[in-house]
């Protein structure tokens, strides 16, 4: 562990964990936290022995979003606030880094996820949730609009219904729902989440990392493409995977009958 106190970073078995650490506050983000979420992810793309990112939260919260303490405050002293620029400058970039790293992100959800916070547990590629952990909106509470990849993903997730209810009404959604709607992978209990997380964290970095990258390419871009354009991207990336050494070991393993020895290369 490094001593940073806003983000806890550990890398084992190939694994980069991510804990955001500010449990008085549920995790909220301030911008010190985002820009170390989004170094560290930038870190976890550079550095080969990191071939997957688990990311949780500390305490009782996984994220309850932006800190709304440091908004009064910022209110209070009459600082001129563009949301815009904010968001610009703070959670796209973290929102990107997500999406554009080339290995696979679990979300451990150990407890609240809301406003950017839901944002961040959306951006995951996989999410385990403790039971008793909450996913809301969170921001028509506050008079806002969705943010952070939430008016994104949400609808992508849970279909434009559910999604515009969760909008429209901040109702706390439970993990078991959330698990029924595809919001989230599974639920687990909260005793055993994080080492549920982190078993299915190391499965995926022991696995081929740039087929792994290059799927999680495809899938990004199904999202917004045609048939015709997914099947041209399919064999494109394809050509880029078979020429990995991961994708000869995986054959010969086949044939020999043994379990791949995927080097992640
Ligand atoms: C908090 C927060 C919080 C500070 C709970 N901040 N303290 C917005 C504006 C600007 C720039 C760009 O981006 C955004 C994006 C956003 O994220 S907007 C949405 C901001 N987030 C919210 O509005 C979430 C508000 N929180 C909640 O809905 C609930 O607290 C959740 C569902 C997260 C958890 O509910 P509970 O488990 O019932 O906990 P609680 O409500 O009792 O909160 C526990 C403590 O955490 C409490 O403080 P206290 O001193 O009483 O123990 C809360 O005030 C504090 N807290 N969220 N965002």
């Known amino acids: 562990m490094n001593d940073d106190p806003i983000l806890l970073t550990e890398v084992q078995a190939g694994v980069q ?18 820009e170390a979420l989004t170094q560290a992810l930038k870190q976890a793309a550079r550095d080969d022995s990191i071939r997957a990112v688990l ?3 500390a ?10 303490v440091d908004v ?15 968001l610009n400058s703070s959670y796209h970039p973290l929102i990107r880094a997500m999406r554009q790293l080339e290995k696979p992100i679990v979300g451990a959800i150990n407890g609240a996820a809301a406003g950017a916070g839901l944002g961040l547990a959306l951006a995951c590629d996989l999410r ?3 039971a008793g952990a909450k996913f809301r909106t969170a921001f028509v509470g506050i008079g806002l609009a969705p943010d952070s990849g939430v008016s994104y993903f949400l609808p992508r997730l849970v279909g434009p219904a559910r999604a515009a209810m969760m909008a429209f009404t901040n109702e706390v959604v439970t993990a078991e729902t959330a698990e029924q709607w595809g919001l989230i992978n599974r639920v687990c209990p909260p005793d055993t989440l994080q080492n549920e997380a982190r078993a299915l964290a190391e499965q995926l970095a022991a696995g081929p990392t740039r087929a792994i990258g290059i799927t999680k390419r495809e899938l990004n ?23 990995t050494p991961d994708f000869a070991e995986g054959v010969a393993a086949f044939l020999e009958k043994r379990t791949p020895n995927f080097s992640g290369q």
């Not at 500010?22 to 983000?29: E, T």
């Not at 305490?59 to 709304?68: E, P, S």
């Open 221 to 243: 871009r199904a999202l917004v493409s045609d048939l015709d354009s997914a099947l041209d991207y399919e064999a494109r990336l394809q050509d880029v995977a078979a020429r």
């Open 59 to 68: 305490g009782r919260g996984f994220c309850a979003g932006q800190d709304l």
């Open 128 to 130: 385990l949730a403790a």
């Open 17 to 34: 964990t991510l804990t955001l650490n500010r449990p008085d506050r549920l995790n909220a983000l301030n911008d010190a936290l985002a």
């Open 55 to 57: 990311l949780t939260g």
């Open 72 to 86: 009064l405050a910022g209110q209070q002293a009459g600082e001129p606030l563009s949301l815009r620029d904010h």
